[in-house]
């Protein structure tokens, strides 16, 4: 019970890797957010289960490129569990297309989701998340490679791990903040709209010769979410299997 009576906010928590660390973490002890922006019936299944199994988490809508919602998103928890303790900056968007093909509405969506609503998620945590605390921003192992059509969305996650080294020497308070870089993980957002063919190759690219599952991430995130790492901050942790 690595995380007993810490509370936990992971956004985008209601499907893949997300609902992942919210089940793993809950396993653990932890009191769970699952918060979602537009998917009620999945997060209300997440919390269910987590409570099935003996856990203890809520739902909560919030849209995390508004900082209104966000402020709700933070006031709400602290109403429920009285502090929050962890926090799982995980909420995504990605459009894969080629640089010239993606348009205005493209490149807003996924710099508002991917950039702004961390932005907006640690500008919040500077004053109420608890002392000793620690933040996981998802990044990708993306950032460091040249794959065509990711272009968006490698440049907002390389905005995130330069967020997360700054703000890990900016908020104190004994709080420690990380970011996590998955490699190819098998959930139905990275997976749509890939051939066989480009999903086969990916697998051979890592010293495994499969995708990960997101319990591999999930358990990074369950070190990171620990005490156990308090001495690691303002590092990009990779979970690839060699892919880089």
Same mark, same amino acid.
């Given at each position: ?17 997300? @609902? #992942?660390?919210?089940?793993? !973490?809950?396993? %653990? /002890?932890?009191? *769970? ?36 919602q966000v402020t709700r998103l933070f006031d709400q928890t602290i109403k429920e569990f009285g502090k929050v303790d962890v926090l799982v900056n995980n909420a995504g968007v990605m459009f894969n ?25 640690? @500008? #919040?945590?500077?004053?109420? !998340?608890?002392? %000793? /605390?620690?933040? *996981? ?90 005490? #156990? ?16």
């Amino acid at each position: 019970m690595k995380l007993e009576n810490k509370v936990v906010i992971i956004t985008g928590a209601s499907r893949g890797i997300g @609902q #992942e660390f919210a089940f793993l !973490l809950a396993e %653990n /002890g932890a009191k *769970i957010v699952v918060n979602h922006s537009n998917s009620e019936k999945d997060a209300d299944a997440t919390v269910a289960k987590i409570k099935s199994n003996g856990g203890n988490a809520i739902a909560i809508k919030a849209d995390v490129s508004d900082r209104d919602q966000v402020t709700r998103l933070f006031d709400q928890t602290i109403k429920e569990f009285g502090k929050v303790d962890v926090l799982v900056n995980n909420a995504g968007v990605m459009f894969n297309k080629k640089l010239k093909d993606n348009t205005q509405e493209d490149f807003n969506k996924q710099f508002d989701v991917n950039v702004k609503g961390v932005f907006n998620m640690l @500008q #919040e945590a500077d004053s109420k !998340l608890s002392d %000793n /605390g620690n933040i *996981i921003n998802i990044s990708s192992t993306t950032v460091k490679l040249m794959f065509p059509t990711y272009a968006l969305y490698s440049a907002s996650k390389a905005a995130v791990e330069q967020m997360t080294r700054v703000f890990s020497k900016e908020i104190g308070r004994g709080i420690s903040v990380n970011a996590l870089a998955p490699g190819p993980t098998e959930t139905e957002l990275f997976l749509n709209g890939k051939s066989e063919e480009f999903i086969d190759k990916l697998k051979s690219m890592n010293a495994f010769d499969r995708l990960a599952q997101p319990i591999d991430i999930a358990r990074v995130a369950l070190f990171l979410a620990s005490d #156990e790492s308090k001495w690691i901050s303002g590092q990009v942790i990779a979970a690839n299997g060699a892919l880089i």
